[in-house]
């Protein structure tokens, strides 16, 4: 028999008899006990209904489809059941009593109705950003992080242990910390791997996990949410720190390249590399996007570094020619005693290896910079740790890798926090042909020329004696000829040229093309001045005042005072010191005989 229960009654549990079935007024009374509850079980919730009626039961269908209601015994109502329920108002309500969040975690948790592992890093992240958000006055955007282990842990509490931890672990670190997927971005630091949970992306786009209970109740420090009260509090309480931070988020979501463990800046000389590679180290270490520290003052910017250095978190070297493995993992060098007769040998680690053992000791990022690094013979200096800089290869990786070495006979193995950055002219050895272990293991990023520069330092428009010389168009002309006789990887690099200075154009023009320029192309060119003409815009110009380089006929009979039967050519060519000094010199670079006449 079913019987109806009022309002009143519900405040009165002496009136309800346990062992009846009950049924409820939806239209009238104020709460209801959710059909198909087990024994001993009341579940209630806060979440208005269909017609806004707050405090009003959630109503479930179970399997056997029985309606059973029932009160819990063990709850006493001594007050009034708005404040058991946290009611508050007629249109407001809030958090749950414990007693019944308890209840409906355990309800809510079912085989069937588990949290899936992203719902879970989801409401992870999501409860995380709500936690800073109020513990902190002024939350920034690198306090938004959890590491693997953290989540799992959250995770598992969420879903009293309905997430397994292995799965959960696999999840994270498997194919979507590689990805662009939009629950986790991936970084690096210290032994473990930290993925930050890119709240404030998700929270912006208004996205969560397909099929996400808005009315499951989750728990925080002691305190209980629905996920529809979190969505709620990102769309009011956390919207100004979204706006605040929305524009990081987006240049980090559209491929602002967060630096691997190993990366190799490569590209033409003068275009940035070393001095980019003092950017990436300083954002490894703070942890910042690069597209930051552009920003600031580079002097500033190479303070921090140096003090870094300082630290020993920064390692700066060059490779060359001779450089060995003895002097980057270990080796055997040979002592003198104070007597000086007698020699002894000690093994003695080497500078990777130093770098790497002093970067176990601590959860910070480390930077190892090599500059010049396709100078060295990889294999040689590397020999069988190449393996090991890969990133699934990293101590507290799934793929964690380890070698004896030869000397010591020493277990080594390279750290997950060691970030290795190297710098490669590609004018020197082309990319193509390195090492192939080295290409598998690294990521390369090609660093190009930029004519855009010139105008972001103001240096663009060169004016002399009312002439306009515009760097960016000169240094593309010089660009596009190098690519068609010889490649790209042999262009010239715009820091050649950002230390022009207007009231001193002339002379610094001519300094940077005498010295630096002009001995470039004729090294790329093997002196073939013909080339380098053309590169230089000479063959455009009849005036030989304007031309670098100046062809001279020269009489071979005259020289030998006689015919001699040699094909000697009857050209040479000078190098034009007046051309130097001319803006028009610089101007016809891009210009030539199509805009102007000279």
């Given at each position: 028999?079913?019987?109806?229960?009022?309002?009143?009654?519900?405040?009165?549990?002496?009136?309800?008899?346990n062992?009846?079935?009950y049924?409820?007024?939806?239209s009238?009374?104020?709460?209801?006990?959710?059909p198909?509850?087990?024994?001993?079980?009341?579940?209630?919730s806060?979440?208005?209904?269909?017609?806004?009626e707050i405090?009003?039961?959630?109503?479930?269908?179970?399997?056997d489809?029985?309606?059973?209601?029932?009160?819990l015994?063990?709850?006493?109502?001594?007050?009034?059941?708005?404040?058991?329920?946290?009611?508050?108002?007629?249109?407001?309500?809030?958090?749950?009593?414990?007693?019944?969040?308890?209840?409906?975690?355990?309800?809510?948790?079912q085989?069937n109705?588990?949290?899936?592992?992203?719902?879970?890093?989801?409401?992870?992240?999501?409860?995380?950003?709500?936690?800073?958000?109020?513990?902190?006055?002024?939350p920034?955007?690198?306090?938004?992080?959890?590491?693997?282990?953290?989540?799992?842990?959250?995770?598992?509490?969420?879903?009293?242990?309905?997430?397994?931890?292995?799965?959960i672990?696999?999840?994270?670190?498997?194919?979507?910390?590689?990805?662009?997927?939009?629950?986790?971005?991936?970084?690096?630091?210290?032994?473990?791997?930290?993925?930050?949970?890119?709240?404030?992306?998700e929270?912006?786009?208004?996205?969560?996990?397909?099929?996400?209970?808005?009315?499951?109740?989750?728990?925080?420090?002691?305190?209980?949410?629905?996920?529809?009260?979190?969505?709620?509090?990102?769309?009011?309480?956390y919207?100004?720190?979204i706006?605040?931070?929305?524009?990081?988020?987006?240049?980090l979501?559209?491929?602002?390249?967060?630096?691997n463990?190993?990366?190799?800046?490569?590209?033409?000389p003068?275009?940035?590399?070393?001095?980019?590679s003092?950017?990436?180290?300083?954002?490894?270490?703070?942890?910042?996007?690069?597209s930051?520290?552009?920003?600031?003052?580079?002097?500033?910017?190479?303070?921090?570094?140096?003090?870094?250095?300082?630290?020993e978190?920064?390692?700066?070297?060059?490779?060359?020619?001779?450089?060995?493995?003895?002097?980057?993992?270990?080796?055997?060098?040979?002592v003198?005693?104070?007597?000086?007769?007698?020699?002894?040998?000690?093994?003695?680690?080497?500078?990777?290896?130093s770098?790497?053992?002093?970067?176990?000791?601590?959860?910070?990022?480390?930077?190892?910079?090599?500059?010049?690094?396709?100078?060295?013979?990889?294999?040689?200096?590397?020999?069988?740790l190449?393996?090991?800089?890969?990133?699934?290869?990293?101590?507290?990786q799934?793929?964690e890798m380890?070698?004896?070495?030869?000397?010591?006979?020493?277990?080594?193995?390279?750290?997950?926090?060691?970030?290795?950055?190297?710098?490669?002219?590609?004018?020197?050895?082309?990319?193509?042909?390195?090492d192939?272990?080295?290409?598998?293991r690294?990521?390369?990023?090609?660093m190009?020329?930029?004519?855009?520069?010139?105008?972001e330092?103001?240096?663009?428009?060169?004016?002399?004696?009312?002439k306009?010389?515009?760097?960016?168009?000169?240094?593309k002309?010089?660009?596009?000829?190098?690519?068609?006789?010889?490649?790209?990887?042999?262009?010239?690099?715009?820091?050649f040229?950002?230390?022009?200075?207007?009231?001193?154009?002339?002379?610094?023009?001519?300094?940077?093309?005498?010295?630096?320029?002009?001995?470039?192309?004729?090294e790329?060119?093997?002196d073939d001045?013909?080339?380098?003409?053309?590169?230089?815009?000479d063959?455009?110009?009849?005036?030989?005042?304007l031309?670098?380089i100046?062809?001279?006929?020269?009489?071979?009979?005259?020289?030998?005072n006689?015919y001699?039967?040699l094909?000697?050519?009857?050209i040479?060519?000078?190098?034009?010191?007046?051309?130097?000094?001319?803006?028009?010199?610089y101007?016809?670079?891009?210009?030539?005989?199509?805009?102007?006449?000279?």
């Open positions: 028999m079913i019987e109806w229960i009022s309002k009143d009654s519900l405040l009165d549990l002496n009136v309800i008899d062992n009846k079935d049924d409820v007024n939806t009238t009374i104020f709460g209801k006990i959710i198909g509850s087990k024994i001993g079980d009341i579940v209630y806060l979440v208005p209904s269909v017609n806004q405090g009003r039961f959630v109503v479930e269908s179970l399997e489809n029985k309606a059973i209601y029932r009160l015994e063990t709850v006493e109502l001594s007050e009034n059941i708005n404040d058991l329920l946290g009611i508050k108002g007629e249109t407001q309500y809030t958090k749950l009593n414990p007693v019944q969040c308890q209840i409906i975690r355990r309800k809510s948790f085989a109705k588990s949290f899936s592992v992203v719902q879970a890093v989801w409401i992870a992240g999501a409860l995380h950003a709500y936690n800073i958000f109020y513990s902190k006055i002024n920034i955007y690198n306090d938004f992080f959890l590491n693997s282990s953290e989540i799992i842990n959250l995770s598992q509490e969420y879903t009293e242990n309905e997430v397994h931890p292995p799965r672990g696999q999840w994270l670190n498997g194919d979507h910390s590689k990805s662009n997927h939009n629950i986790l971005r991936a970084r690096r630091s210290g032994t473990k791997v930290t993925y930050r949970l890119s709240s404030v992306g929270f912006v786009d208004k996205t969560k996990p397909y099929g996400l209970d808005l009315y499951k109740i989750v728990s925080y420090n002691r305190e209980f949410f629905l996920v529809k009260e979190l969505i709620e509090f990102v769309d009011n309480e919207e100004d720190f706006m605040r931070s929305k524009e990081d988020e987006g240049e979501i559209k491929g602002e390249k967060m630096l463990n190993s990366t190799i800046l490569y590209g033409p003068g275009t940035g590399k070393t001095y980019s003092i950017l990436y180290a300083v954002s490894v270490i703070e942890n910042v996007e690069i930051k520290l552009k920003l600031e003052p580079y002097a500033e910017v190479k303070f921090r570094y140096e003090q870094y250095k300082i630290s978190q920064i390692q700066f070297i060059t490779f060359h020619q001779s450089y060995g493995y003895e002097e980057f993992i270990e080796g055997i060098r040979a003198v005693d104070e007597t000086g007769n007698n020699i002894s040998y000690i093994y003695e680690d080497g500078i990777f290896k770098f790497c053992n002093k970067a176990k000791e601590s959860d910070k990022p480390f930077v190892f910079i090599i500059d010049e690094i396709n100078r060295g013979n990889i294999s040689k200096i590397f020999g069988e190449i393996t090991l800089v890969e990133s699934t290869k990293r101590l507290g799934k793929e380890e070698v004896i070495l030869p000397y010591t006979k020493e277990s080594f193995g390279v750290p997950s926090n060691v970030y290795i950055i190297g710098t490669m002219n590609t004018a020197d050895r082309s990319i193509a042909l390195l192939t272990a080295l290409r598998r690294f990521d390369f990023i090609e190009l020329p930029d004519e855009k520069i010139f105008a330092l103001g240096i663009n428009i060169i004016e002399v004696d009312e306009i010389l515009k760097l960016d168009e000169m240094l002309s010089i660009n596009q000829r190098i690519e068609l006789l010889f490649d790209r990887e042999h262009t010239i690099g715009h820091s040229f950002t230390k022009v200075r207007q009231q001193h154009a002339i002379d610094d023009l001519s300094n940077i093309f005498k010295q630096s320029i002009i001995p470039l192309l004729q790329y060119f093997y001045y013909s080339k380098i003409r053309y590169i230089l815009g063959h455009s110009v009849n005036d030989k005042n031309q670098f100046v062809e001279d006929v020269v009489d071979v009979s005259r020289v030998f006689q001699i039967d094909d000697i050519p009857n040479r060519y000078l190098i034009n010191d007046q051309a130097f000094g001319n803006i028009d010199s101007i016809k670079i891009s210009k030539g005989n199509y805009e102007q006449n000279y």
